[in-house]
């Protein structure tokens, strides 16, 4: 039951860039709170590739961004790569009954 | 570098009640202003957080899941303990323990596979 809504897949070749999108409503991305993404490649664990909508913890390359704007949020990929093929979800905080911290519905990513 | 690392029964009849424990390395629990998270995921399925705890014991649970989950911490051992009673087959999942910061789980641990089974 994900609050947070993501197009279940997106493609593109390599070299390319991809934008994955994150709609929320007034209790979550809408009512001022941050949006996070995380990237899962097969068989691990999440990873933090963005916080607090636009900020890239150390390690992560440059080619992934994000922004944020009334209720949505949106990861951008540039220059896609074969190892960036994963499941991406965004994350926020909610302040109805949906609990508290509340992720996206994910979206797979293929490199074509 | 702090790491997180999950442990416990791999299969739990149903109706019982399933027991994790999340130990943190590489930094001690207790001297940090962190909350710790327990969050899952269904096979081929989203995730979805269960609950959190800081580390003077002060916990927050999803709505959803709140009559069945205890959270707690043992800062002794560097721990930090899952409860879920009363177990169904939909509790299968991967479990995820996590450090919270700024609102975003930035360290994961790498997950344990709990099947829900007779």
């Known amino acids: 039951q994900s609050v947070l809504t993501q197009p279940p897949s997106v493609s593109g070749a390599p070299g390319q860039r991809v934008t994955i999108s994150c709609t929320g409503s007034?209790?979550?991305?809408?009512?001022?709170?941050?949006v996070n993404w995380y990237q899962q490649l097969p068989g691990t664990a999440p990873k933090l590739l963005i916080y607090?909508?636009?900020n890239r913890p150390s390690g992560v390359p440059d080619r992934f961004s994000g922004s944020k704007s009334a209720t949505s949020a949106s990861l951008a990929i540039s220059g896609l790569q074969a190892e960036d093929e994963g499941d991406y979800y965004c994350?926020?905080?909610?302040?109805?009954?949906?609990?508290?911290?509340?992720f996206g519905t994910g979206t797979k990513v293929t490199v074509l | 570098q702090v790491q997180l690392q999950e442990s416990g029964p791999g299969l739990v009849k149903p109706s019982q009640t399933l027991s994790l424990t999340c130990t943190v390395s590489?930094?001690?629990?207790?001297?940090?202003?962190?909350?710790y998270s327990w969050i899952r995921q269904p096979a081929g399925r989203g995730l979805e957080w269960i609950g959190r705890?800081?580390?003077?014991?002060?916990?927050s649970y999803n709505p959803s899941l709140e009559s069945r989950v205890t959270i707690s911490v043992d800062t002794s051992k560097n721990q930090f303990y899952l409860k879920l009673s009363s177990v169904t087959a939909a509790d299968t999942a991967v479990y995820f323990c996590?450090?919270?910061?700024?609102?975003?789980?930035?360290?994961w641990g790498q997950g344990t596979l709990v099947t829900v089974s007779s």
């Open positions: 705890i800081y580390t003077s014991g002060s916990t």
């Open positions: 590489g930094g001690s629990i207790s001297t940090s202003s962190y909350f």
């Open positions: 994350q926020s905080y909610d302040i109805t009954l949906s609990g508290l911290y509340v």
């Open positions: 007034s209790s979550n991305i809408g009512a001022g709170y941050d």
């Open positions: 996590a450090r919270v910061v700024h609102r975003s789980f930035d360290i």
């Open positions: 607090l909508n636009n």
